[in-house]
């Protein structure tokens, strides 16, 4: 069993069955959450027996890095992992100024098939377990830590569509969100989900104070459902529908991404009708030039049509931001290093 899927009121039952006391589990919550241990011979403070019994018992790790590659640029680390069944999944470290920001992952492969993403030209293979999720963050905590940083914001816009995996990734939120363990504030996760509007209504009704982001892409229906087939089952006008009851719900303001691609979606009319399908709802528009992926033949959009896109969502009241392409590099479009591990 791998030790960071259970949650704690799991891991005490289990430490009960084995006849420790009580406050067993709480020392091994706070050697794997705070002191961020990894093997059972850290846990210095449990007699030599029980950590016999946890190396019988449990698996500390979940993932081994197989790859890791820095980008020219300095900032950002990318590295590959292989699960315990072979699969792999990536996760990035990006260092923007004092921020150490994780891209992390929530499944092998995505099920939603949008047709410009690498991991969506993979094909889905299998849903990441709650403790899965949480090892990415862990390997990358323990390195930060050896420099005595740490990770301050963790974005869940790896491989997957996190809304698919909708059980396993709330519950490694809440878990890093735990304040006896990791202790990672809510505020400073983002969850991205290509518009599953069950989901977006889920969300919303349970409150957490986790930032939102949508990947819209397309404003018109015709187009969005050519780049993504979700919008087939849950079209513009109710996705956004679910979105402003979400800000209504929450309060909270939305992000919504757009990948800027050379004459598909960054002409002005594109970010005129943007600006007023978007009208009167708390939100920003975060647009990145495409990532090129071998899967895709469309391009990138040039840097003077970024910026007229920009300046006409925001002639028109929505604010925006032109997200700078980093480590494209070693990144080449998100996904596509795991979708090459995987074949
Ligand atoms: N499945 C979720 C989160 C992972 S994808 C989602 O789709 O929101 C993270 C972001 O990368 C999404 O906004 C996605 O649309 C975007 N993306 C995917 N492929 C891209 C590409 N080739 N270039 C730029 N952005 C891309
Ligand atoms: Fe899946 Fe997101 Fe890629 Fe779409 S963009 S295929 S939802 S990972």
Redo the contacts with the bound molecule.
Sequence with gaps: MLIYDLDFPELRELLKTWGEPSFRAKQVWTGLYKNLWQSPEEFSDLPKSMRDKMAENFRFSGLIPTLKLDSSDGQTRKTLFKLEDGRQIEAVLMRYDRRRTLCISTQVG?A???TF?A??QMGFTRHLTSGEIIAQVMYYARLLQKEDQAVTNIVLMG???PFHNYTNTMAAIDRLNDQDGYNFGARRFTVST?GLVPAIRQFASEKRQVNLAV?LHASENELRQSM?PVNKRYDVHELIKACREYVDATGRRITFEWALINGVNDTPEQAYKLAQLLKGLLCHVNAIPLNPTTGYAGKATTREQADIFKSTLEQNGIPCTIRTRRGIDIQAGC?QLASRANS
């Design positions: 995505c939603m098939g949008c993403c991991t969506g491989m997957g569509e290509s990947s993504m996904g």
